[in-house]
């Protein structure tokens, strides 16, 4: 399988669906209409909608319901990425290679585009309320939604981000844990398991793509910190080395980076072992989990 | 009836509601929890979700499905409120006489305070399908907040008021009104058209409720321009001739003080006499929106 052609194609399928559901530019408030559109189109894998929807064909998932929750995923993560970017924030001018969307709105325009696609992901994932299936799994998607995305989910990893950076001595492996399992990997775990809700997959089945998830949402971030010490910067599409000279603590810093690497390693093969204990199979999913965790960028 | 007295047993009772469903501050992300309730109990008259409450007792609406999303409307008030007080968009740093919240968790978590208040309002109203009640009411009522409160409700008038700031000349009066149809209009429109669909009134009665809100929170705005050039500065709790100095362009500027007083007294005429053709009465509610429109702070 070539993996990276076919995780194309399925990204451009999920940048597809989530365009379709974003209000047209026009009106008075064309602006945030416009803005909404130049963050979500201005690049990303779409790694959430594409476990979200591989998930729900694993479980045999039929019909489009999962649509909605593939746009507001990506909705949502989208806006995480033009909030961290803020003044207030990270201060970030650039991403992957374009201005952010305060450089090219304005810093107000930033605060609002980020606050309308959060609150638009969840006016986008009720439109699943329409479709042919039973509407206790559309409300169980739906909480997992909010819940991963909020205090419990990747806002409580980013608070606890935010208050340690520049803080290097008051950093502590408990609090890296912590953020690592909340912020990146809180979003993977709502898409995998909101794929399998609504597939109609058994609680245990969830429980099961939960572990999966939450394995490959930390080996992926241990990647992310060992290719930010070993990676290309042509490849890595952002400047090497960047975390330590942003004082940022990472995963590398406490472990070193052999270890590091040994945990990428168990880490990866505990998810693909739990995954591979389901009768279902999904060939692409498995070996996206393994391209995700040993990618060069 | 003393309806100043009634108004502040009911804000306290609604009070009550919205905090039972905040977290405790607790856990390593016990910072958020602290700013969301700061924010929150930082005042206000918690008019949204009495003005939910009382529509809801209107048709007759019972059990505890309406307290989810009371306390829903108020987070995403709060949230909409400590947003705009950021350096990027109005720059205060008081509120109600208190300091606000970026003022005293600092900017970054001003953000994120507001996004986690915006997220917990969904994850909050997500329990109302818990209580015993049919769900399509439910969804309806979910709708109809996610629709009001983002794009093309409150943030889609808070982007035309942000990018008129400052460019008095650029105002016209279409522009206006489209500000104060949505950025205030529309949560007081979904404040009590929530309260109707919870309560089972029928999609004709809904928009009788519909109009009733946009007139008296058009009326409600309107008397706030009134009252920031001829209110008294101790009861107003803000300076007067505030919009003035901010060259701020309010109705007042467009139609006068006598226009805007007699423009007031028809659309609270107007949404009275609608709310009144209803079979159904709540003495409180007309009271009510009779103070709302003609209060002196």
Same mark, same amino acid.
Request: aromatic share 4%; glycine share 8%; no cysteine.
């Given at each position: 399988m070539d993996i990276k052609n076919e995780l194309n194609l399925r990204a451009e399928s999920a940048e597809d669906v989530v365009i379709r559901f974003l209000p047209d530019v026009e009106g008075m408030q064309s602006s945030i209409f416009d803005a909404m559109q130049y963050s979500v189109t201005a690049g990303g894998k779409r790694l959430r909608p594409i476990l979200m929807n591989e998930t729900f064909q694993l479980f045999g998932g039929e019909g489009d319901v999962i649509e909605p929750f593939m746009a507001a995923i990506e909705l949502i993560h989208t806006y995480s990425l033009v909030h961290d970017d803020l003044p207030a924030m990270d201060n970030d001018m650039l991403r992957r290679g374009k201005p952010t969307t305060h450089a090219v709105y304005g810093e107000a325009m930033g605060v609002l585009a980020g606050d309308a696609l959060l609150n638009y992901a969840f006016e986008t994932a009720l439109n699943a309320y329409d479709a042919d299936v039973?509407?206790?799994?559309?409300?169980?998607?739906?909480?997992?939604?909010?819940?991963?995305?909020?205090? =419990?989910?990747?806002?409580?990893?980013?608070?606890?981000?935010?208050?340690?950076?520049?803080?290097?001595?008051?950093?502590?492996?408990?609090?890296?844990? =912590?953020?690592?399992?909340?912020?990146?990997?809180?979003?993977?775990?709502?898409?995998?398991?909101?794929?399998?809700?609504l597939a109609g997959a058994t609680e245990k089945q969830v429980?099961?793509?939960?572990?999966?998830?939450?394995?490959?949402?930390?080996? =992926?971030?241990?990647?992310d910190d060992i290719l930010d010490v070993e990676g290309d910067e042509a490849t890595l599409g952002k400047p090497i080395g960047s975390d330590e000279r942003n004082e940022k603590c990472t995963f590398v810093t406490f472990a070193g980076i052999e270890k590091s690497k040994e945990e990428v390693k168990r880490l990866t093969d505990e998810a693909l072992e739990e995954l591979n204990s389901l009768p279902q199979k999904n060939e692409f999913l498995n070996e996206l989990l393994n391209y995700l965790v040993y990618r060069d960028k």
């Open positions: 039973d509407t206790v799994r559309v409300t169980e998607a739906m909480r997992l939604l909010a819940r991963k995305a909020g205090v =419990f989910g990747m806002i409580g990893g980013q608070v606890v981000d935010v208050e340690s950076e520049k803080k290097q001595l008051e950093m502590t492996k408990e609090k890296l844990d =912590f953020i690592y399992e909340l912020k990146t990997g809180a979003l993977i775990e709502a898409s995998m398991m909101i794929g399998a809700v429980e099961i793509v939960e572990n999966v998830a939450k394995k490959i949402g930390l080996a =992926f971030q241990i990647q």
